[in-house]
């Protein structure tokens, strides 16, 4: 039997580069806006201005990031003013996480960015293609979530 494996049409390889050029782009038009901020940073900031501060450990989780990420990625938005944290008053031990005012006219600005970012990558694709493809990686994530648990 013939081993048929081509990598350059693998799940993995395609995910991983388009995420990387999503990335790329975004970093490169948040740089020509003037705005210092990485795509790690503006999904760190979508997720925390969805509601009412949330922990360091489940913002990581959403993220599927590591504790050590997470504090670093918080660390650079903190010194940007961009983030508090603070106490949980339910359990000390840990922090909450909250967006400050600051953050909200950046977000705005970073917002159209990536809108136009992802209308740009989607162009030709119907949306019917497109929320089939939405399904398919949530699926995906759902599935993979299951097996490292």
């Not at 670093?72 to 106490?87: K, N, P, S, Y």
């Amino acid at each position: 039997m013939v081993f048929s494996y081509d990598h350059n049409k693998s799940l993995g390889y395609l995910t991983g580069v388009t995420s990387r050029l999503l990335s790329n782009t975004l970093a490169v038009r948040f740089q020509a806006a003037n705005i210092d901020m990485t795509a790690e940073q503006w999904g760190a900031i979508i997720v925390l201005l969805k509601g009412d501060g949330i922990t360091q450990g489940q913002l990581g989780e959403q993220l599927c990031l590591e504790k050590s990420s997470v504090s670093r990625l918080l660390d650079g938005l903190e010194r940007r003013d961009w983030i508090v944290r603070t106490r949980d008053p339910k359990d000390s031990r840990n922090k909450l996480v909250k967006p400050t005012p600051k953050v909200l006219e950046t977000a705005e600005r970073c917002a159209t960015i990536a809108r136009a970012i992802l209308e740009d990558a989607q162009n030709g694709t119907t949306e019917k293609e497109q929320l089939a493809c939405q399904s398919f990686l949530l699926r995906i994530m759902s599935n993979l979530n299951g097996m490292s648990k």
